[in-house]
């Protein structure tokens, strides 16, 4: 049967009677459906959010805390059944979807302790000054649908913590954790704090210029990032954004070939490669590029691509008709150019469920669409490069800048190439580990400003310098 799902304005679960379709891409059924919001919806969720601001503003550290932390439980007590809706709706394997509720609960609990402290910038007989941080206000939430619940956790704590209020607006493909976690904490939050509300893409830029909005968080496509600036700008509205990327991977001749086969495998592959950090570049030194990229290609095999809700699936379908007919695109051209595969690069489009093969192509040239552009699919070149200077440049050359990792048992070498990527993270030796407490975000064209840690935190703040002049009039 299907559920209809409500939103969340003002403390209540409601619905405006028209209604968005989400569909299973497993097996493209239409499952539940959501409201279709506009213009009406929009302006009663940033007044209810205005209105608690009012009061939230003023809340101790201690009681946003609790807040978060009944955000945290209400997450992980539900986290069997929200694994399950969330495979249902995004296709990830249930193993993923698992990760990724309880990994935002884990994210909500760990940030719940992050603070602003106060600065003292001068503290003598002339002058007391100080930095504080306040809140900004009313935040815009936009979500994209890789990572739909995660997502919107990253972007509702901090502004809880911060003493802010949110908007939020989940994908249209992606609404339905999202709002069943709405329901759960509909009386943990106070009223008006947390907003969540649905609609089509054209209620993106409703929120981007509502002139009650004090401030945008977006993750999405570099694309709409800046359709975002341009909508933020009238009003210079505050903006974080984490947008695209493609990430390369660099594996140094001295790596354990069998070790890191079956990592760079699952850092390309884990939720079909629909993850902004998942590695979509892998360069291999040539002195091991043909057993490495022959046991990554032995361990694909192993691995199977289907729906997300069987045992022993290991990579689900695309999320959408969109993304699939695009990465159906970028294989097709690879075939045009002649470009040679090592696994997959036969998509059945007549098919059932948006399902592409683990794909794998053999060094493909640089300026190939399937290297040169972020695929976000189950998709995979494997390069050959022969020196460490080469390898650099071809890394860096590229709009994106949002993450790298290097492979290598010289952790000094690793370090050295690392600080000459141009990325807002690199790891060695391991994929996608991204810490609640560090800074999360892009350089280039792949994002602006940061998410998590105190860094993240402060983009929900306005600095305020108080100065007390000690020494005059009195
Ligand atoms: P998208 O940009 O199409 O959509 C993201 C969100 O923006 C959706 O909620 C959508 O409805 C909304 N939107 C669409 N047009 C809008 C507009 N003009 N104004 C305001 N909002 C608008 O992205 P997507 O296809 O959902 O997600 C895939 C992209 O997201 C990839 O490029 C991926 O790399 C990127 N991504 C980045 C990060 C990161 O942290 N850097 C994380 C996940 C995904």
Redesign the pocket.
Known sequence: MMTDYRNLIDGEMVDNGQWLDVVNPANEEVIARVPSCGKDELDRAVAAARRAFKTWRKTSPEERQKVVQGIAAAIKDNADELFRLLTSEQGKPHAQAQQEIYGAAGLAAAQSTLTLDDVINQDDDERLSRTRRVPVGVVGG??????PVM?AIQKIVPALIAGCTIVL????FTPLTTLRIAELIKDVVPAGTVNIITGE?SL??L??SHPDIDKIT???????GK??ME?ASADLKRITL????NDASIVLPDADVEKVAEQLFWSSFSNAGQ??VAAKRIYIHEDIYDDLSKAIAEYAKGVTVGDGSQQGTGVGPIQNKK?FDRVCELIQDAKDHGYQFLTGGNVDPSGTGYYVPITILDNPPEEARIVAE?Q?GPVMPLMKFSTVDEVIQRANNSEYG?AGAVWTKDTDKGIEIAEQLETGTVWINEFLHISPFAP?G?HKQ??FGAEYGVDGLKEFTYPQVITLKRDALV
């Open positions: 936009i979500v994209p649908w890789n990572f997502m607006k989940p994908s249209p893409d993106g830029p929120i981007t977006f993750t999405g496509s570099t694309a709409t359709k975002i909508g984490e947008l695209g990327g993850i902004c993304q972020e976000f949002l999360f892009g792949s994002g």
